[in-house]
């Protein structure tokens, strides 16, 4: 499965931009999904996750209640809506998904095992 994701750029604090993933490929394989970012000299860290169904969603205490995770399997598509953004969400934001089963590990990097090439999000002060 290939990932691509889309839709960051420059908004001020409190605003909100909509991310999006595309995925094509041998889809039907993919089961959980995530969005994870990297700020410059930090860490990936885990943002959202998906199961497959749509029905389970998992965040980041520090996204929680401010972002929201969705996919559309018809359509191949993962969303991440980001509301009331601060300075510190500023990072290149990934999408992620794993083969074959959920996963419980939905917080951890080596979970997933296909990646997008990641989006540029800047929120300035």
């Known amino acids: 499965v290939q990932l691509q994701a889309s839709g960051g750029g420059l908004v001020r604090a409190g605003g909100s931009l909509k991310l999006s993933c595309a995925a094509s490929g041998r889809t039907s394989s993919l089961y959980s999904m995530a969005w994870f970012r990297q700020a410059p000299g930090k860490e990936r860290e885990f943002v959202a996750a998906i199961n497959r169904s749509g029905g389970s969603t998992y965040y980041a205490d520090s996204v929680k209640g401010r972002f929201t995770i969705s996919r559309d399997n018809n359509n191949n598509m993962m969303y991440l809506q980001m509301n009331s953004l601060y300075p510190e969400d500023t990072a290149v934001y990934y999408c992620?998904?794993?083969?074959?089963?959920?996963?419980?590990?939905?917080?951890?990097?080596?979970?997933?095992?296909?990646w997008g090439q990641g989006t540029q999000v800047t929120v300035s002060s």
């Open positions: 992620a998904g794993r083969h074959y089963s959920d996963t419980e590990r939905y917080t951890e990097v080596l979970t997933y095992d296909s």
